[in-house]
């Protein structure tokens, strides 16, 4: 199946992310804290100058920890300063509800490639868009899987993002929060630039373009050897 969006690899497991792009699948890596959590990453600064030395020519999304603009711009800067691929991942909001454009735009203005994270909403995709610098470029993150996961169709918020983000120039927008494999073909159809996969649901892509048919052999079989291996049987009157 042929498509237009990126794919990137959203994790903080190296050994995930050197197994995927050892098998060409994904453009980029995206991380965040919830992420490096789950991973037990201890030393974040560790792991950010192996991964980039890792993937030195590839994209590569970290975030900043920080919650007043003053700590976001300190540590934007350290982050930004990591390779030349990286891009800062900065929230739309801070967890006061008070916005973060300030802080995206003197990074913006400065030349830093900004990821605006943790969108939901199109009044904060416009947020975003209006804060980037279009020399510069940057990353619209929407997350539609979290959209998703209230009940609400996020097809119809990631069309208006798309026409929203590319009114101007070198603004790409992201699919984030990917929940499954057919969220690669929505990324795909609502003109989206990128979507960021978990290593669980990239390795599922191999199946797109499979005959549904052979979808239901291959089910059954998996449900024979799991019953031999069980060594279940169920009596029955001879």
């Given at each position: 199946?042929?498509?237009?969006v990126k794919v990137y690899s959203?994790?903080?497991?190296?050994?995930?992310?050197?197994?995927?792009?050892?098998?060409?699948?994904?453009?980029?890596?995206?991380?965040?804290?919830?992420?490096?959590?789950?991973?037990?990453?201890?030393?974040?600064?560790?792991?950010?100058?192996?991964?980039?030395?890792?993937?030195?020519?590839?994209?590569?999304?970290?975030?900043?920890?920080?919650?007043?603009?003053?700590?976001?711009?300190?540590?934007?800067?350290?982050?930004?300063?990591?390779?030349?691929?990286?891009?800062?991942?900065?929230?739309?909001?801070?967890?006061?509800?008070?916005?973060?454009t300030a802080v995206i735009t003197?990074?913006?203005?400065?030349?830093?490639?900004?990821?605006?994270?943790?969108?939901?909403?199109?009044?904060?995709?416009?947020?975003?868009?209006?804060?980037?610098?279009p020399k510069t470029g940057g990353?619209?993150?929407?997350?539609?899987?979290?959209?998703?996961?209230?009940?609400?169709?996020?097809?119809?918020?990631?069309?208006?993002?798309?026409?929203?983000?590319?009114?101007?120039?070198?603004?790409?927008?992201?699919?984030?929060?990917?929940?499954?494999?057919?969220?690669?073909?929505?990324?795909?159809?609502?003109?989206?630039?990128?979507?960021?996969?978990?290593?669980?649901?990239?390795?599922?892509?191999?199946?797109?373009?499979?005959?549904?048919?052979?979808?239901?052999?291959?089910?059954?079989?998996?449900?024979?050897?799991?019953?031999?291996?069980?060594?279940?049987?169920?009596?029955?009157?001879?």
């Open positions: 199946m042929k498509l237009n959203d994790g903080a497991q190296l050994d995930d992310m050197k197994a995927v792009a050892a098998k060409g699948l994904v453009e980029g890596f995206t991380t965040n804290p919830s992420l490096m959590k789950a991973a037990g990453i201890t030393d974040y600064l560790a792991f950010a100058q192996e991964a980039v030395a890792t993937f030195p020519d590839q994209s590569i999304s970290f975030e900043v920890f920080g919650n007043t603009p003053e700590r976001m711009l300190a540590e934007a800067k350290v982050l930004a300063g990591l390779g030349e691929h990286v891009a800062v991942k900065v929230p739309i909001i801070r967890a006061s509800g008070d916005d973060n003197a990074l913006s203005d400065a030349g830093v490639q900004v990821n605006v994270t943790a969108i939901t909403t199109l009044s904060e995709v416009k947020l975003a868009v209006d804060a980037l610098n990353i619209v993150s929407v997350f539609a899987g979290r959209v998703a996961d209230t009940g609400v169709d996020p097809l119809p918020l990631m069309k208006q993002s798309a026409a929203l983000c590319h009114a101007k120039a070198n603004v790409e927008l992201l699919w984030a929060s990917t929940r499954e494999s057919i969220n690669v073909v929505q990324a795909d159809e609502t003109g989206c630039d990128i979507i960021t996969v978990p290593p669980k649901i990239l390795n599922k892509l191999d199946k797109f373009g499979k005959d549904a048919f052979q979808v239901s052999v291959d089910t059954v079989k998996t449900f024979d050897q799991d019953i031999a291996e069980l060594g279940f049987t169920i009596p029955v009157a001879e």
